[in-house]
T-cell receptor, first 113, second 111 residues
Framework: EPEVTQTPSHQVTQMGQEVILRCVPI?????FYWYRQILGQKVEFLVS????????KSEIFDDQFSVERPDGSNFTLKIRSTKLEDSAMYFC???????????FGPGTRLTVT | RKEVEQDPGPFNVPEGATVAFNCTYS??????FFWYRQDCRKEPKLLMS???SGNEDGRFTAQLNRASQYISLLIRDSKLSDSATYLC????????????FGKGTMLLVSP
């Protein structure tokens, strides 16, 4: 069964550093998403991406965040200058065209020290 | 009012029990509804979509009441492996839009 994959599984970084989280969505999916989950809290939407552009973003997704699809398979989330409060699990998800079910990757645990 | 609200947990039930989870959503324009399950420190996994007519998948039955903005999930004959957090998830707009998650209800099934 096709799966969304994410790397790394755990990233530790110092405050102020840039991080790039990587995702490989399911191959025939066209819609891509990033969500985050702070420990003990609910899953929160960050951004959706379709046809090589952002289609929606939340208020969490400020100028420190960016997304990119650098090639035909990868989908990345960059945080330019990490803050302590960016510590969370970051999930990538994808969905096929016209279908609302989203399939999540295993997540990257980001720890900012 | 919170966008997606679920029963507080945890629910502790013995194996074989029937358990029901409830969820309400605030936006009457919501289009699509789902139940996901999440194991500790893992990703949400799609359990089932919820349709207006109600739908069943083995031991799991989901119901939707649009008038009351209410969604439910019934699990029959609980197994130990059902222990997880159950997430009520709503998609407000049609198309490719965001999923709004409830905080989840934890289920603990004991032998």
């Amino acid at each position: 069964e096709p799966e969304v994959t994410q790397t790394p599984s755990h990233q530790v970084t110092q405050m102020g550093q840039e991080v790039i989280l990587r995702c490989v969505p399911i191959s025939n999916h066209l819609y891509f998403y990033w969500y985050r989950q702070i420990l003990g809290q609910k899953v929160e939407f960050l951004v959706s991406f379709y046809n090589n552009e952002i289609s929606e973003k939340s208020e969490i997704f400020d100028d420190q965040f960016s997304v990119e699809r650098p090639d035909g398979s990868n989908f990345t989330l960059k945080i330019r200058s990490t803050k302590l409060e960016d510590s969370a699990m970051y999930f990538c998800a994808s969905s096929p065209q016209g279908v609302h079910e989203q399939y999540f990757g295993p997540g990257t645990r980001l720890t900012v020290t | 009012r919170k966008e997606v609200e679920q029963d507080p947990g945890p629910f502790n039930v013995p194996e074989g029990a029937t358990v029901a989870f409830n969820c309400t959503y605030s936006n009457s324009a919501s289009q699509s509804f789902f139940w996901y399950r999440q194991d500790c420190r893992k990703e949400p996994k799609l359990l089932m979509s919820v349709y207006s007519s109600g739908n069943e998948d083995g031991r799991f039955t989901a119901q939707l009441n649009r008038a009351s903005q209410y969604i439910s999930l019934l699990i029959r004959d609980s197994k130990l492996s059902d222990s997880a957090t159950y997430l009520c998830v709503v998609n407000v707009n049609s198309g490719y839009s965001t999923l709004t998650f409830g905080k989840g209800t934890m289920l603990l099934v004991s032998p």
